[in-house]
Nanobody
Framework: QVQLVESGGGLVQAGGSLRLSCAAS????????MGWFRQAPGKERELVAA????????YIADSVKGRDTISRDNAKKMVYLQMNSLKPEDTAVYYC?????????????????WGQGTQVTVPS
């Protein structure tokens, strides 16, 4: 099992940047594919970005492509989501998630472990 704790959320003006961090503990972090999801009020949880366990392949959702990127540091057991040029529609609770495997996972049901979430608010 792996435990995940997100940090770095907050209130940021439109056009600003935030870096979300996710600290993992427990099982061998390098065995897990990782993802960042978000959920806005009244909406389904959606994938923002995903990264393979080796870090050599990533997926970025169209809604944030060109603005966000995902990275990981297996030695530190950390995964990051760098968000730039933030928009009001980026407002949501952001979740870090993990799945043990070699692939690049893009669906919420594929992930076995979830953090508690961190709120990102971009006022309009």
């Amino acid at each position: 099992q792996v435990q995940l704790v997100e940090s770095g959320g907050g209130l940021v003006q439109a056009g600003g940047s935030l870096r979300l961090s996710c600290a993992a503990s427990g099982d061998t972090f390098s065995m897990y594919g990782m993802g960042w999801f978000r959920q806005a009020p009244g909406k389904e949880r959606e994938l923002v970005a995903a990264i393979r366990r080796s870090g050599d392949s990533i997926y970025i959702a169209d809604s944030v492509k060109g603005r966000d990127t995902i990275s990981r540091d297996n030695a530190k057991k950390m995964v990051y989501l760098q968000m730039n040029s933030l928009k009001p529609e980026d407002t949501a609770v952001y979740y870090c998630a993990a799945v043990r495997g070699t692939g690049l996972y893009t669906q919420p049901y594929e992930y076995h472990y979830w953090g508690q979430g961190t709120q990102v608010t971009v006022p309009s």
